[in-house]
T-cell receptor, first 114, second 112 residues
Framework: KTQVEQSPQSLVVRQGENCVLQ??????????LRWFKQDTGKGLVSLTV?????DKTSNGRYSATLDKDAKHSTLHITATLLDDTATYIC?????????????FGAGTQLIVIP | DMKVTQMPRYLIKRMGENVLLECGQD?????MYWYRQDPGLGLQLIYI???????SEGDIPKGYRVSRKKREHFSLILDSAKTNQTSVYFC???????????FGEGTRLSVL
């Protein structure tokens, strides 16, 4: 059973627009949640990590929220660029060390058009 | 330069052949992972290694084995590959203290 669900599956936006990606999960315990960016044919690169019960982070044009009560996270991308075209993957860690397991969503494929 | 290197990047094998995927990291990370990524699915953990000769099965270990004889090197072996092992395989490494795992660029394996 999929424990990390991402929506939408895919999204097309025009350069300069903002977008929001969603992640819902059922992983327990939920120690932390991380968003990764995966360019086509490449590996995953960490964008941000959220840890607290209600957390917010910001990393340039990327900002993220986490609500552990709702088991829900969002990733906001502001003023999208063509280079933002990628798959964005939500990952929930069930422990605060490598002894825990990482639970991966299937990703949201974002396409930014001129 | 912090990097996880996977070799080869692309591989085509026939069903029943043996396959060796190699992964190296230059950060002396204790923990290393092998995942596979299939369309529409999240990454699935095949094996995890906590250090030299300290390996544990992940969620889908059947049909795979691993070897870690040096901290910086972690191999994934498919004995008698099957067509359903066609996938993209990712290696990753991390420190024990839960820093973000660093991923390689993947090996795209096709088993015909």
């Amino acid at each position: 059973k999929t424990q990390v669900e991402q929506s939408p599956q895919s999204l097309v936006v025009r350069q300069g627009e903002n977008c929001v990606l969603q992640c819902n999960y059922s992983v327990t315990p939920d120690n932390h949640l991380r968003w990764f960016k995966q360019d086509t044919g490449k590996g995953l690169v960490s964008l941000t990590v959220l840890v607290d019960q209600k957390d917010k982070t910001s990393n340039g044009r990327y900002s993220a929220t986490l609500d552990k009560d709702a088991k829900h996270s969002t990733l906001h991308i502001t003023a999208t660029l063509l280079d933002d075209t990628a798959t964005y993957i939500c990952v929930v860690g069930d422990r605060g060390s490598a002894l825990g397991r990482l639970h991966f969503g299937a990703g949201t494929q974002l396409i930014v058009i001129p | 330069d912090m990097k996880v290197t996977q070799m080869p990047r692309y591989l085509i094998k026939r069903m029943g052949e043996n396959v060796l995927l190699e992964c190296g990291q230059d950060m002396s990370h204790e923990t290393m992972y092998w995942y596979r990524q299939d369309p529409g699915l999240g990454l699935q953990l095949i094996y995890i290694s906590y250090d030299v000769d300290s390996n544990s099965e992940g969620d889908i270990p059947k049909g795979y084995r691993v070897s870690r004889k040096k901290r910086e090197h972690f191999s994934l072996i498919l004995d008698s590959a099957k067509t359903n092992q066609t996938s993209v395989y990712f290696c990753a490494s991390s420190q024990v203290n839960n820093q973000a795992p660093l991923f390689g660029e993947g090996t795209r394996l096709s088993v015909l």
